[in-house]
C-alpha cells in the first residue's frame, strides 16, 4: 500500500519561493534564445536545486508491503525491514537523522537497537493501523 507526504505550508512556500524565482531565470533564457544567453554559475546552481525540491515535493512517498517499508523522498531512498520495527512515535518533530519527509510533524519509526526514521504520510492513522497490521509487536506511542 502507498502512502502520499503530507506537506506542510512551510515546504509549500518554499518550493513556490525557488520555483518563482527559477521562472524568472527560465523567462529570460528562452525570451533571449538559448544561443544567445551566458549562464551564471549561481543560476545553474539556483535550477539544480529548484529541480530538486520539485523532486522532492512531487516524489516524495512511502510503501508498506508484506516485508518491508519503502521510503522515497529525492536522492534519500530506503528500505526497512517491518519485523524489525520496535516502535513508532506520532505527532513527532525531529530535526535530525534521516528525514525524508516534507511536513515538520510527523512520525518516528524507531527500527532494530538504535536505528530510526522520520516520515510525514498524509494519513498517519491509516498508515499506522496498515503498520500494526503488519506487525503487531509495534510499541505506538503519542506526543
Known sequence: MKFKSRKNIVF???TLFFFGISSFSIYRIFSGGIENYE???AEILLLLCTLYI???YFGTQY???KTELIYKSGLIRGKIKIESINEVE???NVW???RPAT???GILVKYKKYDDVFISPKNEEKFVSKLLELNNKINISKN
Open 12 to 14: 509549500k512556500l518554499m
Open 39 to 41: 549562464f551564471e554559475m
Open 54 to 56: 520539485l523532486w522532492t
Open 63 to 65: 510503501e508498506l508491503n
Open 90 to 92: 506520532t505527532n513527532k
Open 96 to 98: 535530525y537523522g534521516i
Open 103 to 105: 511536513a515538520i510533524n
